[in-house]
Structure formats: structure tokens, C-alpha cells
């Protein structure tokens, strides 16, 4: 059974940092596609960021130039550098990946709060 759990989430202050990692444990082919999702109360889950195996990624124009997406192949972990964090910013975050054969996974999420 394949599990992607997430961690690194919190609370943290307008214009903090924080780092979101997720794991993929169980048996998995080879990831190709990595994917950050967050969903905010009442809102529909929105696509944060996403890095293929190649190393192509993509964000949305909101996290643009604060968000960094990475990921380690060999550790099956990807990761979400969240910098200048702003209160709209909170939501439950959500990884996704996808195998070479098109299968997809989710975490649970995980839940960060921006508020001073």
C-alpha cells in the first residue's frame, strides 16, 4: 500500500518560512510527476506548485518567486520552501504524485496557518 505523508506544517508570522516535505512510502513505481496542492476553508483546492522527473517546474502566478518546489528522487521525498509567507497563504497543503503508469497518490495534508 502506497502512503505520501506530509510534514512541516504550522503556524508562523506574516513574512515567515517554512518548509513542507512529503514521503512516499510503500510499494511505488517511479515517480514522474510531484505535485503541491492547498485548500482554504470554504475554497476549492488549488494547485501550488509542480516538478516533474526532469526537474520542470511550475507554480502558480500566487506563490511565484516566495515558493520553491524540490524533490529527491532517491529519497522519494518532495519538498515546498515556503518564503514571505502571507496570511492568504493559509490552507491545508496537500502533496500528489503521479507514477509512470498514470497512477495518483495524496497525502493527508497538512495544515499552515500565516497569523500573527
Known amino acids: 500500500q502506497v502512503q505520501l505523508v506530509e510534514s512541516g506544517g504550522g503556524l508562523v508570522q506574516p513574512g515567515g518560512s517554512l518548509r513542507l516535505s512529503c514521503a512516499a512510502s510503500?510499494?511505488?513505481?517511479?515517480?514522474?510527476?510531484w505535485g503541491w496542492y492547498r485548500q482554504a476553508p470554504g475554497k476549492q483546492r488549488e494547485s501550488v506548485a509542480n516538478i516533474t522527473s526532469g526537474g520542470f517546474t511550475n507554480y502558480a502566478d500566487s506563490v511565484k518567486e516566495r515558493f520553491t518546489i524540490s524533490s529527491d528522487n532517491a529519497k522519494r521525498t518532495v519538498y515546498l520552501q515556503m518564503n514571505s509567507l502571507k496570511p492568504e497563504d493559509t490552507a491545508v497543503y496537500h502533496c500528489?504524485?503521479?507514477?509512470?503508469?498514470?497512477?495518483?497518490?495524496w497525502g493527508q495534508g497538512t495544515q499552515v496557518t500565516v497569523s500573527s
Open positions: 510503500g510499494t511505488i513505481l517511479s515517480i514522474n510527476f
Open positions: 500528489n504524485a503521479f507514477d509512470f503508469l498514470g497512477h495518483s497518490y
